[in-house]
């Protein structure tokens, strides 16, 4: 599979999480003391502290400076910020009392604040310097505004005041800080490294579900490279970083819309709990509620892009309960179907919960606003991330688990199936270990699977797996897997066969395993409403005996498990001498094939003698095929063969076809007779078959009516309704339909009064030895009356002697065939005997002009 080297297993992602915290531990443990104590005060500088709250927007910075009413605080965290248009100015006396010139800096958190102007007044009243900041100011942010802060300096003993103007639609809290030089620097440098970190575990993060996305098309992996970007870019606007990038418009554009940024990752936190807990595999109504969750959260994030952010806010504070309320939901629906999942995925937003509760207490003002405050969220979110493809991980991990599981196990039996026991086979063949493999088949279940439920044939089942391990529980027999509870040593190939392995080579002690197997399993199993006899067979293959690749030995069992259904042993070994002669067959399906296109094939006539006058009555066409390697193969065989592999009706009509030409040539040469063809009962299934016929029959101008189509007794029973359709038409071109070896199969008076037959043809058994055979006599006797009260012409086959024909005239049969008159002949051997056998010299017989009539 091309998506594993994407996809590490748990150890690894394990370790790497590990090592991240790890590493982050050991950097705060070791750059904690690096962190200068952020003050609002610096040592040796006085700060006194002073606030106005403009309400009205409209105060300029000349009334501000010289006749707004200050209100002294002891420290900036005092202000009493609020959501709202308000603008708050600060004034900051300061005096240095140092001698020595002083290097500040005044360091903002304001990455939000949409507008904040800061003015430096000497202790005369003249304006030293001005500074523009925020997101919505011409100038924005850049690269070296990062953290955002404005450095001034100081004179020995030097007094100045600082005038802050601060605007925001949003969350106007902002600490102020007084730092020296050197300690913002190297507070600049210590964040910058924090940021960077950040950044790329998130890149590498995203990058890493998006390629793993693109090899297996798996939703879940895109919308959480989505959520982790979206979570970058928002954290980005919030502490002003994402300037390093975006542009500074597009982050300008980020910073001023990061309410819509909150939706946007609330509906992708839905999405993904939705597709991670696999909610979206069923329809339900939980389903339907994520789906209008998803509908009502883009549908705020979309109309906070017009709201004022203070409004959008109030929005999404509100949001929030039924937000957490729908996630707990999906968790404990998920718990209740598999908790590793459920707890996965609530240890995996653990941190983000936990840390995520700081940004609203910052803006509140419940805690204090320190660094670790301000990015405990930020630290909480790559900790979430990790962890969430850790657990996406091992997600895939246990889908790839159960994916296995379902390519090697039965789903029904939960055993190993057939690509289990090839594979130990395999194992096998390579150490050279001599074997027996093995398949049982439960018998008659293919036949009686369509009547059990689902649940009873679940029972049953488990009922017959529970007595095979039981009698498989052998040091002999090969266990295959190794499972939770207990060792495996049956594998299920189909539903009601299954394979294992003895691991022997003694045919006597391996036989007498399997009798005994065969033995325990015959019981009977309990269902509803009936109980079922649990009976079966078993066919063995051995290694190396019967070959040396595990497809071969599979086969070559099952082909002697199916030898079992036509004995009543029920353990049986290949039979390679048997199989060798199955093999012979099947190579002659071909040929068979190539036979009747090629008309390769030959008729025999065999001539039926009319026992009332002694003439020539017809004869009955045998099909004979000399195979140009084999010789003459016997009907039986390849008849039987056509059968099997379905050529039956293109060898069936090729002997039409054959017949009705020779029956064409017959006529021209004066000879008028009657010829008898074999059909099946599958021959009465081809379609309009008496159509074909009288096709054929105006192809070669030859009446239907010198035609008799032979029947056996279990074509009659094959399919009634369309065997009498059949028939019915047959009589409408005047071709007779005879019974044939009448005795031998289903023998039903009922068939005989219904169905419009014209002849029965008595087996050649009751034939054979009837001279010297009473009882047959009386059978024979019999079966003519009966069929001569029917209307019905009598033929009897197999008449090998005088004194039996005579018999046979005496009761009174009409017609006779066998060695006494003729062996089968060849079509022109068949000729020279109705030279020498008619007394009179052939005449030309006038053709009919209609097919159905009858002449000559």
Not at 672 to 700: H, M
């Amino acid at each position: 599979m091309t998506f594993q080297s994407l996809i590490p297993n748990r150890t690894l992602w394990v370790s790497v999480t590990l090592l991240v915290v790890s590493l982050f531990a050991i950097a705060g443990g070791r750059f904690a003391g690096l962190f200068p104590s952020l003050s609002s005060y610096a040592a040796n500088v006085g700060v006194n502290y002073g606030y106005f709250v403009d309400s009205t927007n409209s105060h300029i910075l000349g009334y501000v400076k010289d006749s707004a009413i200050f209100r002294n605080i002891d420290d900036p965290k005092d202000m009493p910020w609020e959501l709202g248009k308000k603008t708050y100015w600060v004034k900051m006396d300061i005096d240095n009392f140092d001698s020595e010139h002083r290097y500040l800096t005044l360091y903002f958190d304001t990455p939000m604040i949409d507008r904040l102007n800061i003015y430096q007044y000497s202790q005369d009243g003249e304006e030293i310097q001005r500074w523009h900041l925020g997101d919505s100011t011409p100038q924005g942010y850049s690269q070296w505004d990062m953290p955002p802060a404005v450095q001034f300096t100081l004179d020995g003993f030097e007094s100045s005041t600082i005038y802050l103007q601060v605007f925001s639609t949003g969350i106007p809290v902002m600490p102020i800080w007084l730092l020296d030089a050197q300690e913002f620097h190297v507070l600049s440098q210590l964040l910058h490294t924090v940021w960077g970190g950040f950044i790329a575990i998130m890149l590498v993060v995203a990058s890493y579900n998006l390629a793993v996305f693109i090899s297996l098309k798996e939703r879940v992996y895109l919308v959480y490279a989505g959520y982790v970007t979206t979570a970058l870019v928002q954290l980005g606007a919030i502490h002003g970083f994402g300037i390093y990038l975006f542009p500074a418009p597009l982050q300008t554009f980020f910073s001023n819309n990061i309410v819509a940024l909150t939706f946007g990752l609330f509906l992708l936190s839905l999405v993904f709990a939705h597709l991670y807990l696999r909610v979206h595999k069923n329809q339900s109504l939980l389903r339907q509620v994520v789906h209008y969750g998803v509908m009502v959260l883009g549908s705020l994030m979309l109309i906070s892009f017009a709201l004022p952010e203070h409004i959008s806010g109030t929005f999404l504070i509100a949001i929030q309960p039924l937000f957490y309320g729908l996630i707990g939901v999906l968790i404990w629906r998920r718990w209740n179907v598999d908790k590793r999942w459920s707890s996965m995925f609530i240890f995996s937003w653990l941190p983000l919960v936990v840390t995520g509760i700081f940004p609203p207490l910052l803006v509140t003002g419940m805690v204090e606003y320190t660094l670790l405050t301000r990015y405990a969220f930020m630290f909480g979110t790559v900790l979430a991330v990790l962890f969430m493809a850790l657990a996406l991980a091992e997600r895939f991990r246990q889908q790839r688990e159960e994916s296995v599981y379902q390519l090697t196990h039965d789903a029904m039996s939960a055993k190993p199936n057939a690509n289990v026991l090839l594979m130990v086979v395999d194992k096998l063949i390579s150490k050279n270990m001599h074997f027996n493999l093995c398949c049982f088949e439960i018998g008659r279940f293919s036949s009686l699977a369509p009547y059990m439920s689902a649940e009873e044939k679940l029972y049953f089942i488990g009922e017959v797996c529970a007595k095979l391990d039981g009698a498989l529980d052998s040091d002999a027999v090969h266990v295959l897997e190794s499972g939770f509870q207990q060792p495996h040593r049956v594998a299920c190939i189909k539903e009601g066969q299954f394979g294992f392995i003895v691991l022997s080579s003694d045919s006597e002690k391996v036989a007498l395993l399997l009798s005994s197997v065969i033995d325990e399993l015959d019981s009977y199993v309990q269902l509803n409403h009936f109980a079922l006899r649990v009976q079966g067979a078993i066919g063995t293959s051995l290694y190396p005996k019967d070959g040396n690749v595990s497809d071969v030995l599979f086969n070559k069992a099952l082909q002697a498990l199916t030898e079992t259904s036509s004995t009543a042993k029920k353990v049986r070994a290949y039979d390679s001498l048997n199989n060798f002669n199955r093999t012979l067959n099947m190579s002659l399906v071909a040929d068979l094939r190539k036979a009747i296109d090629n008309d390769e094939l030959e008729l025999y006539h065999q001539a039926q003698i009319d026992l009332r006058t002694g003439s020539i009555h017809g004869s009955e066409v045998l099909l004979r095929w000399d195979h140009p390697k084999f010789g003459q193969v016997s009907p039986e065989v390849f008849v039987k063969l056509a059968e099997g592999v379905g050529l039956i009706n293109d060898l069936t009509l090729w002997v039409i076809k054959r017949a009705f030409y020779q029956q064409s040539k017959l006529i021209e040469l004066g000879y008028s007779r009657r010829l008898s063809i074999n059909v099946s009962a599958s021959d009465i299934a081809i379609p309009n078959l008496v159509d074909k016929i009288a096709d054929i029959a105006q192809t070669y101008n030859v009446p239907t009516g010198l035609l008799s189509l032979e029947l056996t007794e279990s074509t009659m029973v094959s399919d009634y309704d369309r065997l009498n359709n059949v028939i019915e038409k047959l009589s409408k071109f005047d071709i007779e339909v005879s019974i044939d070896d009448y005795g031998t199969g289903y023998s039903s008076l009922t068939y005989l009064s219904q169905l419009p037959f014209t002849e029965l043809k008595i087996d050649r058994s009751f034939i054979t030895g009837l001279p010297s055979n009473p009882r047959q006599q009386n059978i024979v006797r019999a079966t003519t009356e009966m069929a001569k009260s029917l209307g019905l012409m009598v033929v009897a086959e197999g008449v090998e002697d005088l004194e039996t024909a005579v018999i046979l005239k005496r009761y009174g049969v009409d017609i006779a065939q066998g060695y006494h008159y003729s062996r089968p002949l060849s079509f022109s051997q068949y000729l020279l005997y109705l030279k020498r056998v008619c007394h009179q010299m052939p005449v030309s017989v006038k053709k009919p002009r209609r097919l159905g009539s009858q002449s000559g």
